[in-house]
């Protein structure tokens, strides 16, 4: 069983950054496929960014140039990098794993609580 706690939420004007991280339990944090979704009011839940234990990433188009995923085995963590954040990005973002696979391949094995980001305009 894999926790993930997900911190880094808050209140940014559009144009600000935010950095999201998110720390994993266990000892195979390397051999898991990470990844951010978000979900805003009255939407459904979208990818939007994945990355692969080889290092392989992939963006929701809304994202590409504006934000990137990174992670840190070393202390079991992933980070989102958020950048000339819109208010169209607000939402609950929500930290993703998957065992041995990438988290767009399926839907993932074990979810975080979620973190509020909210751009004002």
């Known amino acids: 069983q894999v926790q993930l706690v997900e911190s880094g939420g808050g209140l940014v004007q559009a144009g600000g950054s935010l950095r999201l991280s998110c720390a994993a339990s266990?000892?195979?944090?390397?051999?898991?496929?990470m990844g951010w979704f978000r979900q805003a009011p009255g939407k459904e839940r979208e990818l939007v960014a994945g990355?692969?234990?080889?290092?392989?990433?992939k963006y929701a188009d809304s994202v590409k140039g504006r934000f990137t995923i990174s992670r840190d085995n070393a202390k079991n963590t992933v980070y989102l990098q958020m950048n000339s954040l819109k208010p169209e990005d607000t939402a609950v973002y929500y930290c993703?794993?998957?065992?041995?696979?990438?988290?767009?391949?399926?839907?993932?094995?074990?979810w975080g609580q979620g973190t509020q980001v909210t751009v004002s305009s």
């Open positions: 993703a794993a998957s065992r041995f696979r990438s988290v767009v391949a399926g839907p993932p094995d074990y």
């Open positions: 266990g000892r195979t944090f390397s051999s898991y496929g």
């Open positions: 990355l692969t234990s080889g290092g392989s990433t």
